[in-house]
C-alpha cells in the first residue's frame, strides 16, 4: 500500500499475435481476452484494425465482450488508419487509440522515406485525428531508444500539446541497456517541459534477453505505464514478458515498491490458455510459467524443499497458480523425494525398501529418463515381492520388463497443456 500503481499494458493479442506462429482466430481473441480481464491486466491492446479485416472484427468483438479493462488498437499516424480503429472500438466500455510513427533517423530515411519534420507534423496531426474518438490517446515514437533525443523531446512536447496523454518510447529492436533506457527516460521526462501531462510508458523487446530488465529499469526513471505480453511472445524473440514483471513486483517490493492490478494466482491459467490457443509451448525453464519453474529433480534440492521450501524456491507456486511444487522422479533424485512420494501414493515403505525402491528407480531413469507414479508404484510392488519370495538380490540394470516407459499413469508433474 502506498506504493506508485502501474498501468499493465497487455499486447498479447496485438504484438504478440502478430508474431510467426501465434495467431489466433476471433473466438480465440475474446477467451484470451476474458482471461486478461481475470488476470487484472487494466489495458487490452486488441488489434491492428487497418492490418486486415479479421483484426478489426476482432477489436471490435473484444471490445463488445470485456468491459472493466480499456481496449486499444493500433494505428499508423494516418487519418485512414485511425478511423478504422476508432470506428472498431466503437462499443467499447473505455476505448483507446494507439497511434505511432517512427522517430529513428534509419526509420525516417529507409523505411519511411520522410524527413523529420513531415513525421512531426504526422505525429500531431495523427494525434488530434484520434482525438475525435476519444479522450485516451496513445502515442508511440517507434524506435525511439535509437532517435535523435532532440528531435523526440520536440516531437514528445508536440503530441502531448496536440492531446495524446500516454506517451509511450518503445525499445523497437530490444538494443537498450537496462542504465541506458533509465537515463533515456530520465533525459526525454526532465526536457520535455509538458511531461506532467502525459504518462509516460515502456515497451521493451527481447531481442538481447534485456526487456523485463529495461522495463523494470524504465520505471525506476518515472515510467508509470509497462507494456508486455504473455509468456513474452511478440516480434523476433518477443516482448517483456508479464508474468515476469508482475512477479518481480511482488517477490522484490524492497527494490520495485509499485502496486498493479494484477491477480498473479490468474498467471499460470492465462500461460495455459495461450499455449492450449496458440499451440506453442512455453520453453520448460521459462521463468515463472515453465514447467521446470516449480520442479525440483535434483537430491540435494529435494531434500532442502522437503525440509524448508525456501532452501530452493523464492516464491509460492500457488502464488502464480501453479498447483504445486513438483518433485521430479529421476536418475538425480535422493531417497528423501522416493519416500515421500511413495507416502503420497499411501504406501510406508521401510527403511530397507527405501533403498531398493531407490536404487531400482534410479536405474530406470537412467534408462527412461521420466518416471511416472504407475512406474513407481510398479518397482514398489517388485521390490516387495521380491522380498517376499526370499530373493537376496535385485538386477541392477534398468527396470524389468512389466515397467515400460509408456506405462500410462501421472507423471509426477502439473498438469502442463498440451504442446508443453
Ligand atoms: O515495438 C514497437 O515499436 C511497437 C510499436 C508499434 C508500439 O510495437
Ligand atoms: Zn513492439
Not at 480503429?85 to 466503437?90: D, K, N
Not at 521420466?370 to 510392488?381: G, P, S
Amino acid at each position: 500500500m502506498g506504493h506508485d500503481r502501474l498501468t499493465v499494458f497487455d499486447t498479447t493479442l496485438r504484438d504478440g499475435e502478430q508474431a510467426p506462429g501465434f495467431s489466433m482466430r476471433i473466438h480465440e481473441k475474446i477467451r484470451l481476452a476474458k482471461q486478461l480481464d481475470a488476470l487484472g491486466v487494466d489495458i487490452i491492446e486488441a488489434g491492428f484494425p487497418i492490418a486486415s479485416e479479421a483484426d478489426a472484427e476482432a477489436v471490435k468483438a473484444v471490445a463488445a465482450a470485456v468491459r472493466r479493462p480499456i481496449v486499444a488498437a493500433l494505428s499508423r499516424a494516418c487519418a485512414g488508419d485511425i478511423d478504422k480503429a476508432g470506428v472498431a472500438l466503437r462499443g467499447a466500455a473505455r476505448a483507446r487509440i494507439h497511434t505511432f510513427i517512427a522517430t529513428s533517423d534509419l526509420h525516417l530515411e529507409r523505411k519511411l522515406n520522410m524527413t523529420r519534420e513531415a513525421c512531426l507534423a504526422a505525429a500531431t496531426a495523427a494525434v488530434v485525428h484520434a482525438r475525435r474518438y476519444t479522450d485516451d490517446v496513445q502515442f508511440s515514437a517507434e524506435d525511439a531508444t535509437r532517435s535523435d533525443p532532440d528531435f523526440l523531446c520536440r516531437v514528445v512536447e508536440a503530441v502531448i500539446a496536440a492531446g495524446a496523454t500516454t506517451i509511450n518510447l518503445p525499445d523497437t529492436v530490444g538494443y537498450s541497456t537496462p542504465e541506458e533506457i533509465a537515463e533515456f527516460f530520465t533525459s526525454i521526462i526532465a526536457r520535455v517541459p509538458n511531461a506532467d501531462k502525459a504518462v509516460f510508458s515502456t515497451h521493451c523487446h527481447n531481442d538481447l534477453g534485456l526487456a523485463v530488465a529495461n522495463s523494470l529499469a524504465a520505471v525506476g526513471a518515472g515510467v508509470r505505464q509497462v507494456e508486455c505480453t504473455i509468456n513474452g511472445i511478440g516480434e523476433r524473440a518477443g516482448n517483456a514478458s508479464l508474468e515476469e514483471v508482475a512477479m518481480v513486483l511482488r517477490v522484490r517490493p524492497d527494490r520495485h515498491p509499485y502496486d498493479t492490478g494484477l491477480d498473479t494466482r490468474a498467471i499460470f491459467g492465462t500461460s495455459q490458455l495461450l499455449t492450449e490457443l496458440t499451440g506453442q509451448a512455453v520453453q520448460s525453464n521459462k521463468a515463472i510459467v515453465g514447467r521446470n519453474a516449480f520442479a525440483h529433480e535434483a537430491g540435494i534440492h529435494q531434500d532442502g524443499i522437503l525440509k524448508d521450501r525456501r532452501t530452493y524456491e523464492i516464491m509460492r507456486p500457488e502464488d502464480v497458480g501453479v498447483p504445486s511444487t513438483t518433485l521430479v522422479l529421476g536418475k538425480h533424485s535422493g531417497r528423501h523425494a522416493v519416500q515421500k512420494r511413495c507416502e503420497q501414493l499411501g504406501v510406508t515403505l521401510t527403511r530397507f525398501e527405501v533403498d531398493r525402491v531407490y536404487r531400482r528407480m534410479v536405474s530406470f531413469a537412467d534408462a527412461h529418463k521420466h518416471m511416472t507414479d504407475a512406474q513407481l508404484r510398479a518397482i514398489v510392488d517388485e521390490v516387495r515381492t521380491s522380498e517376499a519370495a526370499g530373493a537376496a538380490a535385485l538386477p541392477s540394470q534398468a527396470g524389468p520388463a512389466r515397467i515400460r516407459p509408456d506405462v500410462h499413469g501421472t507423471v509426477t508433474e502439473p498438469g502442463y497443456g498440451h504442446g508443453v
